[in-house]
């Protein structure tokens, strides 16, 4: 069973910057995919950004510029470097990893304050 656990989330003003972690139990060179999504409150889940096996990343128009995704394999963490950051990035911000299986992490609280 693999274990996804999120850290780095916190309360940041707005224009300031927050890096969240995403630490696998087991290697993550064995996903398809890890991302991280979003859910604010009385919102649906989002896709916030994909990184790939072929280091291929992909990000939501709204993060665009502003958020990058990376993955250390030699630590089995994926990164989410989070710049610039606005009210509306407000969420708790969950760890996403796909291969035959879908894995979720607990979330991590991100708040942004105007």
């Known amino acids: 069973q693999v274990q996804l656990v999120e850290s780095g989330g916190g309360l940041v003003q707005a224009g300031g910057s927050l890096r969240l972690s995403c630490a696998a139990s087991g290697s993550i060179s064995s996903f398809n995919s890890m991302g991280w999504y979003r859910q604010a409150p009385g919102k649906q889940r989002e896709l916030v950004a994909t990184i790939f096996s072929g280091n291929n990343r992909n990000y939501a128009d709204s993060v665009k510029g502003r958020f990058t995704i990376s993955r250390d394999n030699a630590k089995n963490t994926v990164f989410l470097q989070m710049n610039s950051l606005k009210p509306e990035d407000t969420a708790v911000y969950y760890c996403?990893?796909?291969?035959?299986?879908?894995?979720w992490g607990q979330g991590t609280q991100v708040t942004v304050s105007s």
């Open positions: 996403n990893a796909r291969s035959r299986y879908a894995y």
